[in-house]
């Protein structure tokens, strides 16, 4: 099993330039989620997915979007990339279902805005 | 609203000693309460969690985590550290009675195992 993957590892953009980042998972799991990392601040959640077809609102969700593609997908995309926005960024899944399963993590997208 | 406080951003230890990395929560109910670890350029991974039952809980890697409600408190300790101990830990926690699927973590200590 691979777990979760995330693409691309890393990406420069330029301020205003949009992207897409991709994140699969093969355990079969309903939840899954999108979180950013910065310095100080730990980890913080931008969007989730409860389960295929649905997504909601986390933390911090300005400036950003996802879709849920199927079970296996969930995308997140950066419409007009602000420096604000240079991150760490990791996508998550977990069986859901129950409050306390643990989230498995993906190794993570270094992104920077020029 | 929930939250969880990692009181010291980095803590530094012999090789050999004991470790205690520190985590205090807040939630409007009893919590669930959970231990990663994120070794450097990698994503997180998990150590164990607290359910319920028995306030010790055991994870991997030699790892175990004290549960206390009255001090809201969920540190994680390891008798005897090892340099391959060294990375960055995150306490998180959830909010069982809540119904937003959300977790909380905290903002992390960095662990440094001295040789």
Redesign the interface.
Known sequence: NAG?TQTPKFQVLKTGQSMTLQCAQDMNHN?MYWYRQDP??????IY?S?SEGTTDK??VPNGYNVSRLNKREFSLRLESAAPSQTSVY?C?SSE?GA??N???????TRLTVL | AQSVAQPEDQVNVAEGNPLTVKCTYSVSGNPYLFWYVQYPNRGLQFLLKYITGDNLVKGSYGFEAEFNKSQTSFHLKKPSALVSDSALYFCAVRDRTGGYQKVTFGTGTKLQVIP
């Open positions: 979760v939840s100080g601040m730990g980890l913080r959640l989730y409860a986390g933390e990791f998550a859901g409050y306390y643990e989230q498995f993590f993906g190794p993570g």
